[in-house]
């Protein structure tokens, strides 16, 4: 049985322990501001530590053959299906995610570990010719080394595995630093899940604190090769900055303004249903959210209707009511910060045909029309569950209007006529892009990433492989080489 007693202290070199600082973190309920538990904070001495485990504890590893480790791998799988009913519970407490969110992030999980559990028997070399005779050229592709994974609040549990379980997988050690708000889904229940699985001890290490304890340390130490960051454009701004500048390679997936676009073909109800799934799950909480849906002005008061309609019956309040729809945003601050985002596009002329309560952490939903490109509303992440659905003319402008956007990260298409979606699609400014779908995808085995600011590179299968591991040469001289001199 999982128990938050047993999840509510570091987790460095195989041991449960507390951290070395003074101060402590409180683990909070978003909807009921009640305390879960509190951590003792870990310390830039406790990452370092951490860190120097994970480097001594990737050498055992190098000797785990492949099948042993795909084996660990699985029974992770196994003892979260075991477990799932404890899971869901903690990411409604912790979170504030409703039991339809917590189930969707668990399959996402299990999926990502299936798919982690294939790379042992997936790091392939490669021989290679030479212009020089009697020389053999061997490509070996290796881990990196140690990866650090900082994650984020909303899918803590899931976006810490999107890097934990492939990095792993890839042959490396992990430090993983958790959001302060999800210290338990995003960090010490994965340390758990993969010690009741038999990980070599030291290999994955937890390290729950904030920047306020450890400022940069996390990311200057010199141990991690590469540093997996999941969060804000603006954090991960600095934190490629500084990798860069102490030479490790940033992964960075950040923010999103995703639009949904609706053309006078398409099916206005399951587009509708779509449009709905894509800005309110998990109140929009999501960086593949749509924040932005255009509709092309044949259907557009008829969009509305039916989306008002729909919207308007959605219940907003407590994540364990199985009727929830709405929960709790992570925080108060997050509250006010759309509180004064659905204000200020008022302000700038936007007209509310929805306009929910705002009550500490919940947040009814906000529907804006009359809104223009330029709009703050229109330009920022919202992060919560309001939305701007705006009218186009033309595919031309829709497209515009998409790209006009410093991110691009995901986005749909709704239309009657595929591969016209399909056209449409090519010429988004996006990482991703889904005809007669939600904005909200995240598949194990496909290319996961960003362009312009939503991130540098690309998670999941392959990519993941490729991210996380480096090709060595080494060259073999078969016979004596003749040199010039």
Not at 73 to 96: C, D, Q
Not at 173 to 189: A, D, Q, Y
Not at 237 to 266: M, R, T, W, Y
Not at 379 to 408: R, S
Request: charged share 25%; glycine share 8%.
């Amino acid at each position: 049985m999982i128990q938050i007693s047993d999840l509510n202290r570091q987790y460095i070199g195989g041991e449960w322990r507390d951290g070395q600082s003074g101060n402590m973190l409180a683990d909070l309920n978003p909807y009921t501001h009640k305390t879960i538990t509190s951590f003792r904070k870990a310390t830039p001495d406790d990452v370092d530590q951490a860190y120097k485990s994970a480097l001594e504890a990737k050498k055992k590893w190098d000797r785990v053959g492949p099948y042993e480790k795909r084996a660990i791998f699985e029974k992770a799988v196994a003892y979260i299906e075991e477990h799932t009913e404890a899971i869901v519970y903690l990411i409604m407490e912790e979170l504030g995610g409703t039991r339809l969110k917590a189930a969707f992030e668990i399959d996402l999980v299990i999926n990502m570990i299936k798919e982690a559990a294939g790379f042992p028997l997936k790091m392939e070399g490669k021989i290679l010719p030479s212009p020089v005779d009697g020389k053999e050229n061997r490509l070996y592709r290796i881990p990196v080394g140690v990866v650090g994974v900082i994650s984020p609040f909303n899918f803590p549990f899931f976006l810490s595995v999107k890097s934990v379980a492939p990095a792993l997988g890839a042959g490396n050690g992990v430090v993983l630093k958790p959001h302060e708000e999800t210290p338990i889904c995003g960090g010490t229940l994965i340390a758990k899940i993969f010690e009741e699985a038999g990980l070599p001890k030291g290999l994955l290490n937890v390290v729950v604190t904030d920047i306020g304890e450890i400022g940069d340390s996390f990311v200057e130490h010199p141990i991690p090769r590469i540093i997996s960051f999941t969060g804000s454009t603006k954090v991960g701004s600095h934190i490629g900055q500084l990798a860069v500048k102490h030479f490790k390679k940033p992964l960075l997936e950040l923010g999103g303004n995703s639009a949904l676009i609706v053309l006078e073909d398409a099916d206005l109800e399951y587009a509708v249903n779509a449009a709905a799934f894509s800005r309110f799950t998990h109140q929009g909480q999501i960086c593949m959210s749509a924040n932005r849906i255009l509709v092309q002005k044949e259907v557009y008061p008829q969009f509305l209707k039916l989306f008002c309609e729909k919207v308007s019956a959605f219940k907003t309040g407590d994540p364990m009511d199985p009727e929830t729809i709405i929960g709790p945003v992570i925080n108060e601050r997050q509250a006010e910060h759309l509180r004064k985002a659905i204000e200020k596009g008022i302000a700038e002329g936007a007209v509310p045909l929805i306009k929910g309560e705002i009550k500490e952490n919940l947040v009814e939903p906000t529907i804006l029309t009359d809104v223009q490109p330029d709009m703050s509303i229109a330009q920022e992440e919202l992060f919560g569950p309001v939305v701007c659905v705006m009218p186009f003319q033309t595919e031309e402008e829709a497209i515009k209007i998409a790209n006009d956007t410093t991110f691009g990260l995901s986005g749909a298409v709704h239309t009657g006529n595929v591969e016209r979606g399909v056209e449409i699609a090519k010429q988004i400014e996006s990482g991703m892009i889904h005809v007669n779908d939600t904005t909200i995808n995240d598949e194990s085995h496909v290319a996961f990433g960003g362009e312009k600011q939503s991130g540098l590179g690309r998670l999941n299968g392959e990519w993941s492989l490729e991210e996380f591991t480096t090709l060595k040469w080494i060259s073999v001289q078969h016979q004596k080489r003749v040199f010039p001199y």
